[in-house]
Nanobody, 116 residues
Framework: QVQLVESGGGLVQPGGSLRLSCAASGSISGIKAMGWYRQAPGKQRELVASITGGGLTHCLDSVKGRFTISRDNAKSTVYLQMNSLKPEDTAAYYC??????????WGQGTQVTVSS
């Protein structure tokens, strides 16, 4: 059993910054990839950014140059640094972990609201 605990969401002005954290705990024996998804009301959930076990990163085109995903292996924690936030970034953000044996785990979600 794996638990993902998220933190760092909140309300910010356009152009502001937030740093999301996701700490994994439990029976972790391997990680294929970790990432961040987001879902706004009335929209499909989308992958924002991901990082593989080897450190290869991927980002949604609309957030490239503004968001950065990183990982602390010792703490089993993944971060999402979000800069130059826009109103369209407003969504519930969910941490995700994929194991080498095909299992997925999800965080509870943290709300990010960007408003003037």
């Amino acid at each position: 059993q794996v638990q993902l605990v998220e933190s760092g969401g909140g309300l910010v002005q356009p152009g502001g910054s937030l740093r999301l954290s996701c700490a994994a705990s439990g029976s972790i024996s391997g990680i294929k990839a970790m990432g961040w998804y987001r879902q706004a009301p009335g929209k499909q959930r989308e992958l924002v950014a991901s990082i593989t076990g080897g450190g290869l990163t991927h980002c949604l085109d609309s957030v490239k140059g503004r968001f950065t995903i990183s990982r602390d292996n010792a703490k089993s924690t993944v971060y999402l640094q979000m800069n130059s936030l826009k109103p369209e970034d407003t969504a519930a953000y969910y941490c995700n972990m994929v194991t080498p044996w095909g299992l997925d785990y999800w965080g509870q979600g943290t709300q990010v609201t960007v408003s003037s």
